[in-house]
């Protein structure tokens, strides 16, 4: 069984920046592909980010490419999103998610584990 638990979601203005923290346990959530979803309020949770178990590869949505990233510390069983020029379509409530490969994180989400969510809000 694995836990998410993500924190420093908050308010920022537009150009800002936020970084997004998600803390893991369980008995083989090191090696377990991690990612960031979000959704947006009247709309369906989107895929933002994702990388392998040893963060050797990432991958983003279109929409935040440039300006989030996406790293791990498996170490310490975390991964984060630094997020920068944060714009207004950005606010949404960010989950992490986490599941045994990549490809399986993002086509079939209805497999993942899930955090609570955190709520990023961005002004104009």
């Known amino acids: 069984q694995v836990q998410l638990v993500e924190s420093g979601g908050g308010s920022v203005q537009a150009g800002g920046s936020l970084r997004l923290s998600c803390a893991a346990s369980?008995?083989?959530?090191?090696?377990?592909?991690m990612g960031w979803f979000r959704q947006a309020p009247g709309k369906e949770r989107e895929w933002v980010a994702s990388c392998s178990w040893d963060g050797g590869s990432s991958f983003y949505a279109r929409s935040v490419k440039g300006r989030f990233t996406i790293s791990r510390v498996n170490a310490e069983n975390t991964v984060y999103l630094q997020m920068n020029s944060l714009k207004p379509e950005d606010t949404a409530v960010y989950y992490c998610?986490?599941?045994?490969?990549?490809?399986?994180?993002?086509?079939?989400?209805?497999?993942?584990?899930w955090g609570q969510g955190t709520l990023v809000t961005v002004s104009a």
């Open positions: 369980g008995p083989t959530v090191s090696s377990y592909a």
């Open positions: 998610a986490a599941a045994p490969y990549t490809k399986t994180l993002v086509e079939n989400p209805g497999t993942n584990y």
